[in-house]
């Protein structure tokens, strides 16, 4: 696999452990000679194999934990890209989404959950991964690769594993960003002409 200088690796996998337990071989190719691990993980996920050697009851955290030790294990430094009041923002808003199913979810509520998963969380993760080189992989669910390959501009020799373009969600995630700065410019007007109101004549 020749591999883009300056510029990590993308391992692109869904965290399911069966998932991850067909790509590992990859994976320990991957991290060869590598220096950092950025994973789609809470830093509280990371600590506990670290530091208590154990993992989430969660299988889908699990999952990437295991890859998280994977890494420990090759002298890899491992960083969390999660962010936990983004994640809780998620759990929140997407909680009854779970219970009644998507497909019957309240389309404000669904904008909302899209714009979080999709717009500030990955906004997120690309400020932790400015500047990062060929010296790191980074680990995410496809459902994030496309947009953060995209955006990083890494091309497709150092991406490992498939893309999901999710475009519908972020089609409604886009239209939510939209109302979101529509509401910050109206308060920020209605905040101004509230100090006009106030200013001494």
């Known amino acids: 696999m020749a591999i883009r200088p300056n510029k990590p690796i993308l ?21 060869a000679g590598k220096k950092f691990l950025f994973i789609e993980l809470l830093p509280e996920e990371v600590e506990l194999v670290l530091k208590k050697h154990e993992y989430s009851s969660m299988r889908s955290v699990e999952a990437y934990q295991r890859l998280a030790s994977e890494a420990m294990t090759g002298g890899l430094k491992v960083i969390a890209l999660d962010n936990k009041k983004f994640v809780d923002e998620i759990k929140r808003i997407t909680s009854t989404a779970y219970i009644v199913g998507w497909s019957h979810f309240d389309a404000s509520a669904k904008r909302s959950a899209y714009y979080q998963i999709y717009i500030k969380r990955e906004k997120a993760w690309l400020r932790k991964l400015e500047g990062v080189g060929s010296n790191a992989v980074v680990v995410m669910n496809p459902g994030h690769s496309a947009e953060i390959a995209k955006q990083l501009k890494i091309p497709k020799e150092n991406i490992i594993g498939s893309l999901w373009h999710r475009k519908k969600a972020r089609a409604l995630a886009g239209k939510e960003a939209v109302r979101v700065q529509a509401a910050r410019i109206e308060r920020k007007k209605v905040k101004a002409k509230m100090r006009s109101v106030h200013l001494p004549k």
């Open 11 to 31: 391992f692109s996998v869904d965290h399911e452990p069966d998932d991850v337990r067909i790509a590992i071989s990859k994976f320990r190719e991957a991290i």
